[in-house]
């Protein structure tokens, strides 16, 4: 088995449903006691909120290589970043290390592909929604991504990831909200909806709507699972 590396603490939320995820997939396919060996470097998240803040990818950056250098350091044979925002920075983490980073766009892409789909609503933070890190994926693919419109709508799924999905808070009221959003998306032809933020499958999750959804979790996860398998 490769041993593989998780940068987490964004949010601390997420990285246990990666852990929690990652073990038992490989206990699925291996059986016994069998399960992920692995290494986890998880930061305050209130460190890198401040600097999103203000913009600050730069400071980011550097907080996310020391890290990916400590796991490398302790034997990883492969990095994963337990948020979709933080792939802001993928590309340029990757050209700094030397062991892979397996990019979370890159396999969602992969399984959009398979369905052929050509083209997918995306719900995450304003900054997944709104830079084309994320969506730049998708396209090398032939996959258009669309976003909600409205300001408001961007500012309401923003702010509840932040403080309430990150918190582990899942309200019915907001996951009202949620499906609204995404239904308004499929008004405007998504033939399927990407979760683009670890966060959101507290309140969406697959039956909830008419089309296919993406949880880039379960990707994510999916794509560790194969790499430390092979």
């Known amino acids: 088995m490769r041993k593989i590396g998780l940068i987490g603490g964004i949010s601390w939320v997420s990285t246990s449903d990666y852990y929690t995820l990652i073990n038992k997939g490989i206990n699925e396919k291996l059986g016994g006691l069998n399960f992920s060996e692995c290494l986890i470097y998880s930061f305050n998240y209130a460190d890198i909120k401040k600097n999103n803040d203000t913009n600050d990818w730069d400071s980011t950056f550097n907080m996310l290589l020391k890290a990916a250098e400590i796991l ?3 034997g990883a044979e492969a990095i994963l970043l337990c948020a979709n925002t933080m792939h802001l920075i993928a590309d340029r983490l990757q050209q700094a290390i030397d062991i892979p980073l397996i990019h979370i766009a890159e396999e969602t892409a992969i ?4 369905k052929e789909i050509r083209k997918v609503g995306l719900l995450g933070t304003k900054f997944t929604m709104e830079l084309d890190f994320f969506k730049d994926k998708l396209a090398e693919k032939g996959i258009e991504a669309i976003i909600p419109a409205s300001e408001e709508v961007k500012d309401f799924i923003h702010y509840t990831i932040f403080e309430e999905l990150g918190r582990g808070i899942a309200s019915e009221e907001t996951k009202k909200r949620y499906l609204e959003i995404a239904n308004e998306l499929i008004k405007n032809g998504a033939e399927g909806i990407i979760l683009g933020c670890t966060e959101i499958p507290l309140v969406i999750k697959e039956g909830d709507l008419s089309v296919p959804i993406f949880d880039t979790t ?3 996860t999916q794509a560790a699972i194969n790499f430390q398998l092979l």
């Open 218 to 220: 379960l990707i994510h």
């Open 111 to 114: 399984e959009i592909q398979k």
């Open 72 to 74: 490398q350091s302790g």
